[in-house]
């Protein structure tokens, strides 16, 4: 089971960035663990400290008005590189339900929601109007429906729509994971496997 | 004869995995080969437990030790007990589930990539999947592959399917020859310097044309790798001659009849004539250089005789400050050229470049010639059988001759999970795939090379064109 999603309204913190990797995300130092449980300390490790190891306080994750924030919100290509599902993982744990990106980079799509992270790759506009709210007010708030695919600023009419895969929405919106669905189909798995070569 | 109307490769390997498709869901893909090494697989297992299934297809899944064991002989303690734990559990979880594990101590241990070509595993038009990125690898082959999460792991483990979305296919034609001291990293370099980190979201590649077509296994292993740094779901390349005087007689290839069927099959995977692709690129070999990148994503690359590019001369305002922050990140000045830049490391290994004829072209510069003073070089085989043939052949004496290391088999400084690591600020030319920061260390700074460029780079101490070092060889 995974924590279901339908609305969330929010604070958000802002990384102005492109090409955020998952080597950025979660270095691979921490990538010895065994568990899920802890990543979210790790999350933007290398941004988030000086190389003295004391706390950058400039990097947007250590800024005050990011604590108790839900949303991050960033630019294109989200998540790229590794596989590591560590990402996920990490932003889950520091406490993030929903990406707001220009766009995202597959695997990282796909293991976000298979942990009800929420991937909402938005249009430039809606991006910018997300960027200048949280410029003129830093506690501004972010407003994302999933049943209706929205994004909107909080009390503000919804700006934009995302696009999400039907059979993945279900499954947040329900907070079931997709192992179920796969067991059911066993039958068809084995007969597959009586007919096929490789 | 029915009229079919012609098809891609991808989509003939797509639809025979196809086991059925509900209305608004994706498709139920059926795995042929699955992957496991001991770093993203762990909670997998444990997820097994929970729910009380067992491995499903046991002989369709082999694990290997590779990211995070050590590279220095054997009878060193792994590096740390983490990381000794994890390996501790892969043995405890493939003993459990009955999954055949090639071991640190295992004569085919090596990098997952490397060895499951080299097992005969990887076959053309299977699926191949691994939780890891890299495993665009065995697109070499004509083999679907991908790499997944440790969720979708589970979900192999316990159903050997997947839950896919159809990708979009991309063609890229390279047509006409590289020339001498430009190889295979070179040319898929170039490809995402030109495409960017994303420009194949949501794609499988294939990679055509008389340039790809003149590549030995090696080299298509080393393109289709790198496929995921273009943001690729998958890299293919059809089987031809090539492919299989490469796979015949691997341990676990068909063999007799069974063989001679299989090539019958294999031959049948190529594109159609008059099969559509969503997109194409092309690129003219002739034109490409040795590559190097200069900031910190693997798309950030230019010839080696090039200067690092300027920040006003970005698209855009994004492109600015990413180029900017990457630069201050490495330390060089816009409009410098590459060539000349002081270099601490050179690593050459990883599932990139790792195989023998990378060790071979290495070879080339390095027999006869010194380590530069206060370089550090570290040679990793990427499997212990490749480790084997290099040293049947002299090259480990080749490397340690002109002051280099020579390493057992494992990823190593590609990931620097294992103790091979950059300290802040050191700089390596690197036969790896990824410059992001930090990736060979904590404020390491990596420049992507070939294995020529990163030996070249070796016997100078600095950035080099590695054609200046060649004009002796035969
Ligand atoms: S060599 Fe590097 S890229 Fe390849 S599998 Fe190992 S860590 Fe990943």
């Known amino acids: ?198 | 004869m029915t009229q079919t109307h012609p098809t891609t490769m991808f989509e003939k390997v797509w639809a025979d995995h196809v086991v059925g498709q509900d209305e608004g869901a994706p498709a139920v893909l059926y795995v042929d080969v699955h992957l496991v090494h001991e770093v993203t697989s762990p909670q997998a297992f444990d997820g097994l437990r929970a729910r009380k299934l067992r491995v499903r297809r046991p002989d369709r899944t082999v694990a290997t030790m590779d990211h995070s064991t050590p590279t220095l002989p054997r009878a060193l303690a792994v590096v740390d007990p983490q990381a000794e734990e994890q390996l501790r559990k892969l043995r405890e979880n493939c003993a459990a589930f009955g999954i055949q594990l090639y071991a640190l101590e295992s004569a085919q241990q090596g990098i997952v990539h490397v060895i499951g070509p080299e097992l005969g595993l990887t076959q053309p038009g299977r699926t191949v999947v691994c939780g890891d990125s890299h495993t665009s690898t065995h697109g070499a082959f004509g083999a679907l592959a991908f790499g997944i999460g440790t969720s979708e792991v589970e979900h192999v483990l316990a159903t050997q399917c997947l839950l896919q979305r159809k990708p979009r296919t991309l063609e890229v034609r390279v047509d006409g020859k590289l020339g001498p001291g430009v190889g295979a990293k070179d040319l898929i370099l170039a490809l995402i310097a030109r495409i960017g980190t994303g420009g194949a979201t949501g794609h499988v590649i294939e990679y055509r044309g008389a340039a790809i077509e003149a590549l030995d296994m090696e080299g298509r292993m080393t393109v289709c790798n790198m496929s995921i740094e273009a943001g690729a779901r998958a890299g293919m390349i059809a089987p031809d001659a090539t492919t299989f005087a490469w796979l015949e007689g691997r341990p676990l290839a068909p063999s007799g009849d069974a063989w001679h069927a299989a090539v019958d099959r294999w031959r049948a995977l190529r594109t159609d004539d008059g099969a559509r692709f969503d997109a194409s690129v092309s690129l003219d070999a002739s034109a490409i250089e040795p590559m190097v990148t200069y900031g910190t994503n693997p798309g950030m690359g230019i010839p080696v005789t090039g200067t690092v590019p300027h920040p006003d001369d970005a698209p855009d305002a994004s492109a600015r400050a990413a180029l900017a922050k990457a630069l201050d990140y490495m330390g060089f000045v816009a409009g410098a050229p590459i060539a000349g830049q002081r270099v601490n490391v050179v690593f050459i290994g990883s599932c990139t470049n790792s195989r023998l004829g990378d060790l071979r072209a290495a070879a080339r510069i390095l027999r006869g010639r010194r380590v530069a003073p206060g370089v550090r070089v570290l040679v990793v085989p990427g499997s212990k059988d490749v480790k084997r043939r290099a040293e049947a052949e002299g090259l480990d004496r080749v490397f340690r001759d002109a002051g280099a290391e020579w390493r057992d088999a494992g990823c190593s400084m590609c990931i620097a999970m294992n103790g091979d690591q950059l300290a802040p600020g050191e700089v390596a030319v690197s036969t790896s795939n990824r410059n992001f920061e930090g990736r060979q260390g904590r404020g390491g700074r990596t420049l992507l090379a070939s294995p020529l460029t990163a030996a070249a780079a070796a016997v100078t101490g600095c950035v080099t064109d590695p054609r200046t070092l060649m004009g002796d060889a035969s």
């Not at chain 1, 955020?20 to 568990?35: G, H, M, N, S, Y």
């Not at chain 1, 009390?155 to 993945?168: L, V």
Request: aromatic share 8%; glycine share 8%; net charge negative.
């Open chain 1, 1 to 198: 089971m995974i924590e279901p999603f339908t609305t969330l309204e929010s604070t958000y913190v802002v990384l102005r960035a492109d090409n955020v990797d998952t080597d950025q995300i979660i270095p691979a130092r921490f990538l010895k663990v065994t568990d899920k449980a802890g990543l979210g300390d790790a999350l933007f490790s290398d941004w988030r400290s000086r190389p003295d190891g004391t706390p950058d306080p400039d990097f947007p994750l250590n800024r005050p008005e990011a604590q108790g924030a839900r949303v991050l919100v960033a630019g294109a290509n989200f998540g790229c590189g590794s596989s590591r599902e560590h990402a996920p993982w990490a932003l889950v744990g520091w406490g993030f339900r929903a990406i707001v990106a220009l766009s995202f980079a597959d695997i990282f799509r796909q293991n976000a929601m298979k942990n009800g992270l929420l991937p909402v790759a938005v249009p430039a506009d809606i991006h910018e109007l997300l960027l200048a709210a949280r410029e003129l007010d830093p506690k501004a708030r972010i407003a994302i429906d999933l049943a209706a695919q929205t994004v909107a600023l909080a009390g503000d009419a919804p700006r934009g729509r995302f696009d999400i895969d039907p059979f993945a929405k279900e499954c947040l919106l329900h907070g079931v994971d997709e192992l179920g669905y796969l067991l059911a189909r066993l039958p068809d798995i084995e007969r597959h496997e009586s007919t096929h070569f490789s």
